[in-house]
């Protein structure tokens, strides 16, 4: 099912099945060039399937952005361990709702980009880590799994080949943490989702102590499309080192919000105007998210002349991420929308190492005293000070995620942290009790 | 401890999809889904779990306190989990979580006195395209307004 109304302005190669008839069905799947880049697969050698992978310029899309080529290479394929194939599609890195539409619309070229993967890194087993609110997923690619077997694209002796794979689904049960790759396995093998230590990277040492190759869903989701019109095709859609496209989930204050799919390199001002129908109420940008909460906050300035890539995103002090926008109007509170943000990391952070642990709840309490009209002048730079001492000293990447917006929240809006100090209350409450009346 | 046939083969299924010796990974899909079915993770439920999957029991208690989604005590019939994340603040979900709360009497993780509704103010559903977003027990609901969410609770106090 489509949640919103697609926007000609996008280009639609992993979306191209979403509002087709049944389009999670293996028969619309095979109706409209289903695993044939399977069959195309299994002809090729996995060198020349990574060869491929490389060439597509395809970026992971979980939120860092590594090259996926360059990930499936690393795992030993020589190596005795048996090797695994694993979904994280687990999303839930706030403002993010792309795997999902993705999954429900598609399940199937899920399956394929696993296969795919599986024959570049010789594995025989793959599992979807899905979380636990995505439960209707579950449903979904039970059944495509299912259909899968049946039509001998999954088990044994796949198309007549040598070739076996096994796919199986994973529930999580509410954990942000799990998304984490490491934590994510942590949380596969039925531990608490600790992050682990690296190196090793779980390409070498990931689900079950073996060699893993570890993709967001919509990173496995390009992989048919790639082999099927080539990695030169794919690249060719983006910009020089970003192929194809991205999934964008565009929320907050537009007009036409939903998730489009958009070339690599696409103008901020157009997604925003043009994809979006413009602001709300015809009101002006006051900040911008590019790609989930983690993500340090841009301003509308910041925001000319940009494009979404990771090297443009970059250039600005910021990230592509996964692909969750958020527009804000002018009269958003920028302290109330630091205090969510830290709402949230400090009630995800897994508590496992201290700067994440006490930084995230300090920060947490700070803000809510600030943002209450409680604040002190010194506040401002402690917000500032106690962000700053997390970056880079945690265990895993949480600690920046909560950091990073923080620390540019309050560098780039501290004349809203001023407007709030003395006991005033917050300025905006009343201009968002209007915005809602 | 026994449970439905549907839930038995889903046991069975989950108890073969690791490797030899891994079935440990089992434990945490068999709780949420035996939760599903039982209606929140008892004492009992804990011990069967151990059990079939070979572990200590303060093994899979100590797994169950990390993830949000297991909970020791019953929640309502209807569990209707508000979204208050990033997305949906700006659209209006803090209101609708007020309005919810007043509305029912009740707070974060409470139950109304008669069973039927608990409420939850949760973190990103990845709805937020389409927010404010609220589940009802699995059950998105998107682009939610406070009548909307009227009718919607005024639905779950009549459904048995
Ligand atoms: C705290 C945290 C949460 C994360 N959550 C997710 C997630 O929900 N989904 C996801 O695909 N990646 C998530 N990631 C990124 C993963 O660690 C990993 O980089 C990614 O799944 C790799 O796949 P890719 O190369 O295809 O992007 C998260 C990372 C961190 C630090
Ligand atoms: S922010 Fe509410 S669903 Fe994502």
């Known amino acids: 099912m489509l949640y919103n109304e697609p926007s000609p302005l996008e280009v639609r190669v992993l979306s191209r099945r979403f509002g087709l008839p049944n389009s999670a069905s293996i028969d619309t799947y095979l109706a409209t060039d289903g695993y044939k880049a399977l069959r195309k697969a299994l002809e090729m050698k996995p060198e020349e399937i990574i060869e491929e992978v490389k060439t597509s310029n395809l970026r992971g899309r979980g939120g860092a952005g590594f090259s996926t080529g360059m990930k499936w290479s690393f795992v030993p394929r020589t190596s005795p361990k048996p090797k695994y194939i694993v979904v994280n599609a687990d999303e839930s890195e706030p403002v993010t709702c792309k795997d999902r539409v993705l999954i429900e619309n598609d399940p199937h070229q899920l399956i394929e980009g696993m296969l795919i993967a599986a024959l570049a890194a010789d594995a025989h087993a793959g599992y979807i880590y899905i979380r636990g609110e995505y439960r209707y997923l579950i449903d979904i690619l039970d059944t495509a799994i299912a259909e899968a077997y049946q039509h001998g694209y999954l088990g044994k002796n796949i198309l007549g080949t040598s070739f076996s794979f096994d796919a199986y689904t994973h529930t999580g049960a509410g954990a942000y943490e799990c998304g984490e790759e490491s934590a994510l396995l942590e949380s596969l093998e039925g531990k608490r989702g600790i992050p682990r230590i690296r190196p090793p990277f779980p390409a070498v040492v990931g689900a079950f102590q073996c060699p893993t190759v570890l993709n967001n869903v919509e990173t496995y989701c390009a992989a048919p499309a790639i082999i099927r019109d080539g990695g030169a095709a794919f690249a060719a859609l983006g910009v020089p080192k970003a192929g194809g496209t991205k999934l964008t989930c565009l929320t907050g204050h537009v007009n036409k919000p939903g998730v489009y799919e958009l070339p690599l390199g696409f103008s901020v001002d157009k997604m925003i105007n043009e994809v979006g129908g413009g602001i709300r109420g015809g009101k002006k940008l006051k900040a911008f998210i590019p790609g989930g909460s983690s993500c340090p906050v841009l301003t509308a300035a910041e925001c000319e002349g940009l494009t979404m890539d990771y090297d443009a995103m970059a250039k600005r002090k910021t990230m592509l991420g996964s692909g969750g926008v958020v527009i804000m109007d002018e009269d958003t509170c920028m302290v109330k929308v630091a205090l969510r943000i830290m709402r949230f990391y400090a009630h995800e952070s897994c508590g496992w190492c201290i700067p994440c642990r006490e930084g995230t709840s300090w920060l947490r309490k700070t803000l809510v005293r600030f943002h209450d009209g409680m604040g002190q002048r010194d506040d401002i730079g402690l917000i500032g000070d106690l962000a700053k001492n997390m970056l880079g000293r945690t265990f895993c990447p949480l600690g920046d995620a909560a950091a990073l917006p923080t620390i540019s929240i309050v560098e780039k809006w501290a004349a809203e942290f001023e407007a709030h100090l003395n006991g005033r209350p917050c300025p905006y409450e009343n201009v968002s009790q209007l915005v809602m009346a | ?160």
Request: net charge negative.
């Open chain 2, 1 to 160: 401890m026994t449970f439905s046939p549907e839930l038995e083969a889903k046991f069975d299924k989950l108890l073969k999809s690791y490797p030899p010796g891994r079935q440990r990974a089992a434990m945490v899909p068999m709780l949420l889904f035996a939760q599903d079915e039982v209606g929140s993770v008892t004492r009992e439920l804990v011990d069967e779990v151990a059990k079939r999957v070979g572990v200590q029991a303060l093994q899979v208690d100590e797994v169950i306190t990390y993830y949000s989604m297991l909970h020791r005590k019953p929640l309502g019939k209807h569990h209707v989990q508000i979204c208050t994340n990033i997305s949906c603040l700006l659209t209006g979900g803090e209101e609708l979580w007020k309005h919810a709360c007043a509305k029912l009497g009740i707070g974060h993780k409470e139950v109304t006195p008669d069973g039927r509704i608990s409420l939850e103010e949760v973190e990103c559903i990845g709805a937020c395209s389409w927010a404010p977003a609220l589940q009802v027990n699995y059950d998105f609901h998107h682009q939610v307004t406070p009548e909307k969410l009227d009718q919607l609770l005024d639905r779950l106090r009549k459904l048995t």
